[in-house]
């Protein structure tokens, strides 16, 4: 498997999410240690601006942190996941307009990794997250619309290629929604109008795609081809450094 991944983004966004974190925590202590200053009553707007922009940035750093900074991060625990069962694919981080995205012969498979812990349920499109506790206010992303998310990266992905390989009249578009918090078994996910899935049950779910049929192979040319444009830079230089060897 062919795994480009845009490093320098990166490592832009987790020094962002470290910045944040720090001066939202910052603010956040400053905002509190107004009330221990003469005449604090007189000073309670400034403490309100300063815990909302506190609270603000330190919600920013948790959720870059969580894609960049996590260990593993999500494209790492897809590298992982996906190495040996799509062996013939080509796997695109940060690079597209849908964040994850798996090219194999048959098709493309868009992954939306959620990290979220607690007891998750979904019927339909319809998402519930409970037993969090002060976790919901504090300290974790909330879940959001999975389905949604997924929809709206595929959308991207069609028209993208709608723009960059208009050869291509159709090319087959799934997505999975994956949960990646390696202690999180309480998912019921069975009655999701899409895929999802704990990350561990994906090896098993690929492979009981296999049997589908494959692109023609021009259009998997086209799709490939646009999908690297995106990724020209590293693969000039994995070219040069193969060439310097």
Do not use: C
Not at 57 to 67: A, K, P, T
Not at 157 to 180: C, D, M, Q, R, W
Not at 185 to 210: C, E, F, V, W
Request: no cysteine; net charge positive; hydrophobic share 45%.
């Amino acid at each position: 498997m062919i795994i480009l991944r845009d490093d320098q983004r990166i490592a832009r966004l987790r020094r962002v999410s470290q910045i944040t974190s720090f001066l939202g925590m910052g603010i956040l202590l400053a905002g509190m240690l107004i009330l221990f200053l003469p005449n604090s009553a007189n000073l309670v707007l400034y403490q309100l601006v300063a815990l909302f922009f506190g609270w603000m940035l330190s919600q920013v750093g948790i959720y870059l942190g969580n894609r960049y900074v996590r260990d593993p991060r999500p494209d790492e625990l897809l590298d992982d996941v996906l190495r040996k069962v799509a062996r013939n694919g080509r796997l695109y981080h940060y690079l597209l307009p849908a964040t994850h995205v798996l090219l194999i012969p048959s098709g493309i498979i868009v992954f939306v990794p959620k990290y979220q812990a607690g007891n998750i349920a979904v019927e339909g499109d319809k998402w519930k997250q409970t037993g969090l506790g002060l976790r919901r206010f504090f300290g974790q992303e909330r879940l959001g619309n999975p389905t949604r998310e997924a929809a709206l990266s595929i959308e991207a992905l069609a028209s993208y290629l709608n723009k960059h390989a208009p050869s291509v009249e159709e090319v087959p578009i799934g997505a999975i929604i994956v949960f990646t918090n390696k202690g999180n078994k309480n998912l019921d996910l069975k009655n999701s109008s899409m895929p999802a899935m704990h990350y561990t049950k994906i090896k098993g779910y690929l492979r009981q795609q296999k049997q589908e049929s494959a692109m023609a192979e021009d259009d998997y040319q086209a799709v490939k081809a646009a999908f690297d444009k995106k990724a020209a830079h590293l693969l000039e230089q994995t070219a040069v450094g193969d060439d310097e060897e």
